[in-house]
Structures are given as structure tokens and as C-alpha cells.
């Protein structure tokens, strides 16, 4: 018997994590990345993981984006002590990534704390520290991909490209349970095929079962041409109002993507002689390690680098690692492209570039990547018509674009032509790692057009898996209790407060104080956190 038990990306797109148990007690993971998407959903990066760490064998890791990779210093800070197995890119990149997450987790907790203490309360713990990053890294062994590796007594492994990010991986896993050997394949995200600087994505053609992701499972991709004449068209806005082009993207892949499209642009003649800052060090980092791997692009880069010129640089490029050149940037007028993170306007520099130039008629927002429910990011793509920067309400008044051909993962389309290689063998099909529409809408696809056997777990979920049958166990998710008793003493603090507020306003003469409309800005802030919808 083996059984896999959903611990995270099931009817959510992050926190992509799942346990998998055998007969012998042998326990392993499959990646075990951070929750994103506002408190409603964050709250689960510090909730009990539903195992034991110290009792997990190995960890096997697909990809370095962080809502692949990012609880990992939380497992070893609270007990795992097994091989984080993964392909050499993803090591490297999980490098910078991870201790940059570190230092994020540390910030919050003091602007939380902070926040707290004016309210009279306690302070936050960060998740974890950069002390904590940096002890995680001693347990990352790289291995190569296309060859079958022994991971623990009876399980065997296989990295396969994915085509999403440098060095992602497709996951094939064989486990002998009881005397029968059972084949799983976890997809991790796929990527589209003739993705600009990585490979396609393997082909794989047999399994018993596979889990397959659905980020983009219920929509197809704008064809990369108009993706790009779009991208132009959000250039030429901008320069034309004299304002800025401003890019949140994710510091992997997605900026070297847009850095190697602004490239071609520039070697073509076609844009504009404006600057163009990479205002994101970690961004800067993960750039230099893509140039160190060559040997994992595609023809069409390599091709750019044997005719001389480097795929991620322009003569109008300008790196900003520090905080006082970032700051410059909102300081100079005229026009510029900045690309900055996060790619979900979450945190990072992009917040500060939102707050200098969202409600600037004339400038761009170009949204080049997914963005999750209850983030900054997707409230400015459902059209909202202000945000909350830093606290403060910010007009959108800048003309967004939202371009979905840049996009690294496969839409429906893709994803459907992939798991066709799997038709003769016909597995078991799990759909993972997407909003429950889009994994509910691909798995009705399989069903169609594939004529397999898709089902859609949720979250908390396992799976046995037995001869000739699927046994589901399903567990009821809630809050943790201390999580409910929080929320719902803040519902009454909050109540209270509202009500004398509400009384000043209609007594007679009554005046608010600009302290307290500040008050009920946060307020409003932290509902919209609680309740994204």
C-alpha cells in the first residue's frame, strides 16, 4: 500500500508539498513550498505541518520558485534532517532564493511586530530566519537529470526536464510496495513548448499514476507574436505620456524572459532609447546564475550567444542592487522600464514603484506572470479600481496590460498535448497545483478528450493506492483553533471600534481625527487581507 496525502497546492496553486508513505514506514516529500495569496491562505506556512518532519526520509524538489521550495528552512529548523534531492540549477538558484526568503520572512515580522506594539499586542516571530536559510542548504544534493538514481530502500527517481524555469524538473518516481513495483509521475509545472531560453519539456509516455499541475487548466495562452507586439504597444503608451513602463516578475525566469525579449527589441530597432533598470538583487543573482548554465538553453539561445551577444543584457540595462539606487529611479523624470519583484506585488521593491507610479495616467503596468487569489497583483488584473500600497489607498489609473503569452507554464492546451503521451498506458490521474476551476476544467478535458481516469484532490487529502483501486481519505480542513480564537477576538476588537467611531461621526459636531481615519484605512486593509473576495 502506498498512500500520498495532499499536504499543500490542491484546489490552491502554492505551498506545493505532498507526503508519500509505503508499507516499510519509509516517508518522503515532494516539494514544500510557501502558501501565497493573502491571510486567508498564509496562515498555513506556520500551521502543523500534518507529519513529522524529523520523520521524513528525503525531500524531492522540482523547482526552485518559492511556492515550490520556500517552507524548506522551516522543515530542517523544526527537525528534518534528510537529502533534499534536485537537479544542480535548482540548487544553485534555491541558494540565492532561500536566504532572500529569509530576509523577507525576517522584514515582515518586524513591520508586524511593529504594527502590533502600536495596538498594544505581543510581537511576531518570523517564519524563519536567514540563519535558518543558510542551515537548510547543507542538506540540498544535486544530482544530474536523465538517469535513475536510488533515493531509499525500493524507491528509485528520475529528474526530467520540465521546460518551465532553468533547471525544473519533471519527477518520476518507483516505488516496490509488497512486491509490486508502482510507477507515479509528478509533473511539477510544465512549461510550454519552444518556451524562450529552457528546453521543451520531456516526454513521458508511461505511469500508473500521475499528478499533474493546472495553474493555467481552464485557459489558453495569447500566441507569443501578439504577446510581444502587446508588450511594444505598452512601451510605446508610456514613452508617448513620458511616464514609466513598471514589470512585477517573479526574480526567476520571467525577468531573464523579459530581459531576452527586450534584447531582441533592441536588436531589431524597435525599442525605444529609454532606460531599463533590473531593480530586484535577487533577480541580479539569479541572472548571473542562468549565464553559468549554458548548457541548459534551448537552440534559439544559444544561438544569440554564438553570435556574440549576451541574451540578458542591452546597452541601456542598469542594475540596481542597492536601496538608495532603487529609490533613484522614482527621483528622474521621463521614461523607463523597471522591472522590479514581487511578481504578485506581494512585497519587494515593485511596492514602492506601484505606490510612485500606479496612479499616474500614461504609465504601464505590465503584468507578465500568474497571479494568485487575494494578492495586490490579481486585484490590479480583476480591474480593481484602487489598491492598498504601504498602507495608503493608490488610484490604478495606469493603463494595465496583462499579457499571458509570457507566461511559463503550459495552458490547457499544452497540458492536455503532454499528459497525451500517457494515453496507451493510461495512469491514474491526479490534477494538482491550480485554483479549483482550473483543476476541476482540466480534469474534465482528460476525461474527454484523453478518455482518462482525472480526479481533483483536496486539500489535506490522501490517496491510497492499492491494486486496481484508488481509496480516498479526506480530511476536513479548518483553522487551527488558536487561529480561530485570534480571528474571532479581532472580529470583536474590531466591532467595538467601528461602533464608537460610527457614534463620534453622528453625534452632534462630531469630529473624526485624521489618526483615525488612518485607523479605519487599516482596518480596511485587514479584512480585504482576511476576506481577498
Known amino acids: 500500500m502506498i498512500k500520498i496525502t495532499c499536504m499543500g497546492a490542491a484546489g490552491t496553486v502554492t505551498g506545493s508539498n505532498y507526503l508519500i508513505e509505503d508499507s516499510r514506514g519509509k516517508r518522503i516529500v515532494v516539494d514544500c513550498g510557501l502558501f501565497q495569496g493573502g491571510k486567508q491562505t498564509e496562515w498555513r506556512n506556520s500551521a502543523d505541518w500534518g507529519f513529522d518532519p524529523r520523520e521524513i526520509d528525503t525531500l524531492l524538489l522540482t523547482h526552485a520558485h518559492i511556492d515550490h521550495s520556500g517552507r524548506i528552512p522551516k522543515l530542517v529548523k523544526d527537525g528534518f534532517r534528510g537529502r533534499i534531492i534536485t537537479s544542480p540549477p535548482t540548487a544553485q538558484l534555491c541558494e540565492v532564493m532561500l536566504l532572500d526568503s529569509g530576509h523577507v520572512q525576517e522584514m515582515d515580522a518586524e513591520w508586524q511586530t511593529r504594527k502590533n506594539k502600536r495596538r498594544s499586542k505581543k510581537g511576531i516571530e518570523p517564519l524563519y530566519t536567514v540563519a535558518d536559510a543558510q542551515k537548510s542548504l547543507q542538506y ?17 527517481a528520475r529528474f526530467l526536464n520540465a521546460g518551465h524555469i532553468l533547471g525544473s524538473s519533471i519527477i518520476e ?9 508502482t510507477k507515479i509521475v509528478f509533473s511539477g509545472d510544465i512549461g510550454k513548448n519552444s518556451q524562450l531560453i529552457v528546453k521543451d519539456p520531456a516526454e513521458v509516455a508511461q505511469a500508473d499514476y500521475l499528478f499533474i499541475e493546472s495553474t493555467y487548466g481552464n485557459r489558453l495562452h495569447r500566441s507569443f507574436k501578439d504577446s510581444k507586439a502587446e508588450f511594444l504597444e505598452a512601451i510605446g503608451y508610456a514613452v508617448s505620456n513620458n511616464e514609466k513602463v513598471v514589470i512585477p516578475a517573479f526574480a526567476v525566469e520571467r525577468t531573464q524572459e523579459i530581459l531576452y525579449i527586450l534584447g531582441e527589441f533592441q536588436r531589431s ?24 548554465n549554458k548548457k541548459d538553453f534551448d537552440e534559439e539561445a544559444m544561438e544569440i550567444v554564438n553570435k556574440g551577444f549576451d541574451p540578458f543584457d542591452m546597452p541601456n540595462l542598469k542594475f540596481t542592487p542597492s536601496t538608495e539606487e532603487s529609490m533613484a529611479i ?29 496612479w499616474r495616467e500614461g504609465a504601464s503596468v505590465v503584468i507578465v506572470g500568474f497571479q494568485a487569489m487575494g494578492t495586490t497583483g490579481r486585484r490590479i488584473v480583476d480591474g ?11 488610484a490604478v ?8 503569452g509570457f507566461s511559463a507554464h503550459a495552458d490547457q492546451k499544452g497540458l492536455l498535448e503532454w499528459a497525451g503521451h500517457f494515453a496507451e498506458s493510461h495512469p491514474r490521474v491526479f490534477v494538482i497545483h491550480g485554483e479549483s476551476t482550473a483543476s476541476e476544467a482540466l480534469a474534465a478535458k482528460l476525461r474527454e478528450d484523453l478518455k482518462l ?8 487529502e490522501s490517496l491510497i493506492l492499492e491494486p486496481q483501486k484508488v481509496t480516498h481519505a479526506v480530511a476536513p480542513e479548518a483553522a487551527p483553533e488558536d487561529l480561530q480564537q485570534i480571528m474571532h477576538g479581532t472580529v470583536i476588537s474590531l466591532e467595538k471600534e467601528l461602533e464608537e467611531l460610527k457614534r463620534r461621526l453622528t453625534a452632534k459636531g462630531g469630529r473624526i481625527q485624521e489618526s483615525e481615519i488612518d485607523r479605519l484605512r487599516e482596518i480596511e486593509e485587514d479584512l480585504r487581507m482576511i476576506f481577498p473576495e
Not at 173 to 181: K, R
Not at 397 to 404: C, D, L, Q, R, Y
Open 140 to 156: 540540498l544534493s544535486p544530482v544530474n537529470r536523465d538517469q535513475i538514481i536510488d533515493i531509499e530502500p525500493g524507491m528509485k
Open 173 to 181: 518516481l518507483w516505488i516496490d510496495d509488497e512486491g509490486a513495483e
Open 269 to 292: 530597432g524597435s525599442l525605444p532609447d529609454i532606460p531599463i533598470y533590473l531593480d530586484s538583487p535577487l533577480a541580479i543573482k539569479a541572472t548571473e546564475i542562468f549565464r553559468k
Open 330 to 358: 522614482n527621483k528622474k523624470p521621463g521614461s523607463a522600464i523597471v522591472i522590479a519583484g514581487s511578481g504578485m506585488c506581494t512585497a519587494g521593491r515593485i511596492k514602492h514603484h506601484l505606490k510612485h507610479n500606479l
Open 384 to 394: 480593481e479600481k484602487r489598491v492598498r500600497v504601504f498602507g495608503e489607498d493608490v
Open 397 to 404: 489609473a495606469a493603463k494595465v496590460f496583462t499579457i499571458g
Open 453 to 460: 481516469e482525472a480526479y481533483v484532490p483536496t486539500l489535506g
